[in-house]
């Protein structure tokens, strides 16, 4: 493929290194209902990357050719009421990248400089490419205190399981992961999580109280887009305590909003990542070694091979999935 | 009646001058499910009031005999977590004034001294008796910042009515109000709303974004326990915004949380009062006059014709209804 | 003077309608140590202004030729750290209009994009060159929590005066303005100052310790820049109450320390306006009239007798000069 | 020693197991200006210790005969409006166990129901004792958002070494200490400092600064009680910043301000422990084995050699030193 000639000014030109596999993808791949009325094709998707930069547009400061960067989904138009109070990643005329725009699957990708994130030089290109999700985790973790917190994870899928590995870097515990699918409380384990609870084949509510001596817990990350998840959570969760929400459902979801309001309970609906305070936390959490990526990448495969990536990805029996470009 | 004899040494015993009727106290004189399943007869109701400190527990430090108090309906256990760390209002052990014990419609009244609230000489005796729903409006306006923010307010009942008043008081505007009943809307009017929505005879939604020029509304206050109402507050906020919960629910409430998610609001679920922060803010607001509960107490009637008091809330066509004792 | 014809693709040409004067401008017409040491000759000041847009650079895109506009005065790099995580206002590569940058003393004035304010037709155009240094004063009131809270203003310059009406307006009462020159004490009353404390004349603690019933403040705001107002601050204020600091020092300031740690409170760097969280804030209180600018401005005078203004603010007989140009 | 007989209805009689020695009580070891005016003789001293409840108060609940406990050292009155806003640790009316009443240096001790922490029996009971100034550590680094954030500890006494370790366990880093003490920075190296800085022989803004890049420290943890320290942290702390203030000073400080304004830093003074959420939090990372007392506790000493325990805090050259009783 050769290079592309067209750039704007504000843009960079990236030669993509390796390109990891969001749940966004599986539903283009599969092209589902909200993929046929959102996508125009043709269009690239993907949109979790690392790669150099080898051109850039004229008005382009952030970075020089050579580096080696990443880039935030979210492209905000820069002038609206939310772009101009800190809350870029909730823009009220955001482009998604890979979804709205031609994203990164593929060798050469053009990207905004208002979303570049300039990677450490140390910091290993498969791992570079994963700090996106990472970023849903941190943020979602972040939203509320969870240091000397026990904290319950509903869903354990890539995020969940990164969620695991980053409340316990910032001092949360016990962390309990509540999950229906074998590999991927095996995976939760494997990064960390205290207990365990398969809703499927036990009574989770007792077991939650069980652990936290009839308490509740603290903390509740909603990351499984799954009403009863969503409810045991409720149902779990201190007076006083958190819940935040990553998780997207199907449909409306019938909640015990009575049990939060006389628990006082606070709920926080989390998207994206904030721009940048987000990617600074997780760089840091990254370059000092808190986060281990590498027990949540279960696949790097030679992009020509990226079937089998989304096949894996079908079957859940993986956790992030990265392609080598 | 004779003053009681009995006190615990951690209690004061209080000549009730004023007491206003509560939700909670129709639900009781209604004797309705939940009414029977938590009363156990025979109980004096009633936790709104005010009056005169004319004995003293040997414990108690607080007040004097002579004081002119009201209180905090909600009695911690002091000892729990939540009393411990500053959560008194969502005790573990709590009990309820005029619910598990003892209210004050009556003209003796033992109150624990942990709940005591000494009023300023200076506030009106009927208006005290209204500081504790005042209490829920203050508390439910100030969970999240409300200065120079647009505010809707689902339910006009008297707490809501209140909730303009001290939404105003707090720098908010506009200040829009959503509520079926006339009377209600009248009410919210008089007491300060800049902007009236009856979604029973109109489209609510682009009314709102009609006022908020497209934007939505910063803050919702959800005081209706009506999932319609709830769902236009989910659908009205602005991205970022936030939505604080006192209405009460006859069940599970069918929400879009999606929409809560993707625009990164916040709920929050309020009970009670922040004891005692909440009171020395509504104190502080009381006697400065930026709130004036004659605009909300729309009947003071004497005792002996309570029965009157009670009817008319059940009618629905009155503010704040205070009984003279 | 002719329409200049340079113009930058993110810049916006302004026909300047009035023109307001800070304390800077004051600094660099007096050409203190600070103006020969930061100021470049040949400059324009000025960076308090409402006016007209006459010309738009080809990449603007958030104002139209003919709209009514103002600005913020710190021009930020749009990539640093700072700038990145919602706080433009503390850019690491700050540049200030009228400083380091022609400023809007003039018929026409050339603004970069990314500080533009556009402001509602209906606001008077003399009001809104005001609303710069309104924002300092609505900045630093809302740093902590002060609805139904009791406030010590330390100095009542345009900006302290401010601060008066907006504490007000958001429901912090009572107001106590420190102050040691009568023409500000004055203007404090007339904005809605609760009490006032010449510490030149009185004993300004035990004054303040009367009116709080020998609390102390909930917070203190220091717009000063005198170390004795800094410590009666500290010496007033609360447990756990704050202490926002906007007045600049003319050198060290000595402090007792160890009162803010016993009394665990938090103190606040306050500079310029959150970039644009203040200015939507003030927007909307100026918008809805809860502040009103016309008690606060004293002097509105014809550009041609500039001197004459700048004569009043050396003198400190004023409030807030308004130059028309 | 008998067993002391009196007993107020709200205090338990403990048995005393550890002992640890608090700076306060070598400054009344030394029986310095501080200690004479505040100390009325014969007291007892001491404040930081685990116990086991042999007797109980008539109207105490929280704990029973046998229970393994330590205590809170701010002594509450629970009525003022401190104590009532959750604020029992800056309570108007304090009493500090072991200086305005008889202390824990003994083999039985008085304390009231209101300051007893329930240890679990499965923590250490030499490291229950170290509880109290580990609080101190907690609530210091949880005044601020540490996570993902580099921090300049500016003091390694037992809490600043303390502070290294909970910054560590909740995410921090790089934890940077600066210190003049070789004992002491080596202790705070075998903590997990992962930078030393000795302001004594270097220059120790430079080197922060390179550590940092150039940006400065995101938190300041001021330990010292030294000017040039907290000038030393003002300076580097990076805009937007925050300092959290421990250290008790000599004198007055004088601080560059105008630096803590132009960066808009927060500063925190913080004093004692909040009750009881620092409490919980601290047992959680104690629980769960975040944080390791050990590696603090330089000495456990048998308490008839105490005077050696007080010696080693003289030199400095110690970490906590523990008295087992």
Excluded at 46 to 68: A, C, Q, R, T, Y
Excluded at 163 to 170: G, H, N, S, Y
Excluded at 179 to 187: G, M, N, P, T
Excluded at 225 to 243: D, Q, R, T, W, Y
Aim: net charge negative; hydrophobic share 40%.
């Amino acid at each position: 493929m050769d290079i592309p000639e067209e750039l704007r000014e504000d843009e960079v030109l990236i030669k993509v290194k390796y390109a990891s596999i969001c749940g966004t993808d599986l539903h283009i791949y599969q092209w589902n209902e909200w993929a046929q009325n959102r996508i125009k094709t043709p269009q690239i998707g993907g949109h979790e990357f690392s790669g150099e930069v080898i051109k850039v547009g004229k008005n382009v400061k952030l970075v020089e050719v050579g580096d080696f960067v990443s880039a935030e989904t979210h492209i905000p138009c820069t002038r609206c009421k939310m772009c101009r109070t800190g809350n870029m990643h909730i823009c009220l005329n955001m482009e998604i990248l890979g979804v709205d725009r031609d994203g990164i699957f593929a060798e050469y990708a053009r990207v905004p400089e208002v979303v570049l994130w300039k990677n450490d030089p140390s910091l290993p290109q498969h791992m570079a490419s994963v700090q996106e999700p990472l970023g849903n985790a941190v943020y979602t973790v972040t939203s509320g205190d969870v240091s000397g917190k026990s904290v319950l994870i509903t869903g354990a899928g890539p995020i969940g399981v990164m969620a695991v590995q980053v409340a316990k870097a910032l001092g949360a515990g016990p962390i309990i992961v509540s999950e229906v699918k074998d590999f991927r409380l095996d995976l939760a384990k494997k990064n960390g999580a205290d207990y365990l609870v398969n809703p499927a084949v036990e009574d989770a509510y007792s077991k939650i109280m069980d652990i936290t001596q009839h308490e509740g817990v603290d903390a509740v990350l909603e990351m499984s887009g799954n009403e009863s998840a969503f409810n045991l959570g409720m149902k779990s969760v201190i007076p006083g305590g958190h819940i935040s929400i990553l998780g997207l459902f199907d449909k409306n979801v019938s909640l015990d909003i009575n049990a939060g309001v006389f628990k006082n309970i606070t709920m926080y609906g989390i998207t994206g990542r904030k721009m940048f305070e987000t990617w600074y936390k997780l760089s840091s959490l990254l370059n000092t070694k808190k986060i281990d990526l590498d027990k949540i990448i279960t696949d790097v495969i030679p992009f020509e091979n990226w079937q089998e990536g989304f096949d894996k990805m079908e079957e859940g029996k993986c956790g992030k999935v990265v392609l080598e470009i």
